[in-house]
């Protein structure tokens, strides 16, 4: 099956960049996504890229895709630390949005 | 934004019992839900995907008979996890989504404690 892989913990300073680095093995997927998940909460879509791009950027948020090499990967502007949290890629399986396979999930500290 | 709950969020229960877990979206009608199982430094791993009125689709290595699901609404999905054993302990997260884009709505989540 597919195979999703991230790091699993990054601390960074308030202020600073995060960047959070996925390999996935999927070159089928048509879209990748981002989901964050605080404590006690569900998983929430942050942002997602179409396949045929390779950046996309909404606010704080970059996404970088590298086809050719499967690696896709999330930077966050100055961090806060209200963005302390749980950071999953996700790809899609074979019945497109219907079958996410996620990675490992990155957690996120931001020291103050 | 979309709502969906899931009830309880933790259970405890003994060996050999069963348990069900319930998946709700609150504000918008979901034709599909999907249950999920997430592993400690694992990842989340896609157990089911049910439509409403149909059977569930299981994923490959999931027991149909062992986590039992049913669709029987547009905004209730239930999990059941039935003669409970301790490997079964795990963080069990439902999501539910109405068809538009690509988004599924997630609930925040069951932990499952089998004695």
């Given at each position: 099956g597919e195979d999703v892989e991230q790091s699993l913990f990054l601390s960074v300073r308030e202020g600073d960049s995060s960047v959070i680095n996925c390999t996935y093995t999927d070159?089928?997927?048509?879209y990748l996504y981002w989901y964050k998940q605080e404590p006690g909460a569900g998983l929430q879509l942050l942002t997602y890229i179409f396949s045929n791009m390779d950046m996309k950027q909404d606010q704080r948020l970059t996404v970088l895709l590298n086809k050719k090499d499967k690696h896709l990967s999330l930077r966050i502007a100055?961090?806060?630390?209200?963005?302390?949290a749980i950071y999953f890629c996700a790809e899609e399986g074979e019945?497109?949005?219907?079958n996410l396979f996620f990675g490992t999930g990155t957690r996120l500290t931001v020291i103050p | 934004g979309a709502v969906v709950s899931q009830h309880p969020s933790r259970v405890i229960c003994k060996s050999g019992t069963s348990v069900k877990i319930e998946c709700r979206s609150l504000d918008f009608q979901a034709t599909t839900m999907f249950w999920y199982r997430q592993f400690p430094k694992k990842s989340l791993m896609l157990m089911a995907t049910s439509n409403e009125g149909s059977k569930a689709t299981y994923e490959q290595g999931v027991e149909k008979d062992k986590f039992l699901i049913n669709?029987?609404?547009?905004?209730l999905s239930t999990l059941t996890v039935t003669s409970?054993?301790?490997?079964?302990s795990s963080f069990y997260i439902c999501s539910a989504s109405s068809?538009?884009?690509n988004e599924q709505f997630f609930g925040p989540g069951t932990r499952l404690t089998v004695l």
């Open positions: 070159s089928s997927s048509t100055d961090t806060q630390t209200g963005d302390s019945n497109g949005a219907n | 669709h029987a609404s547009l905004t409970a054993h301790p490997e079964d068809g538009n884009f």
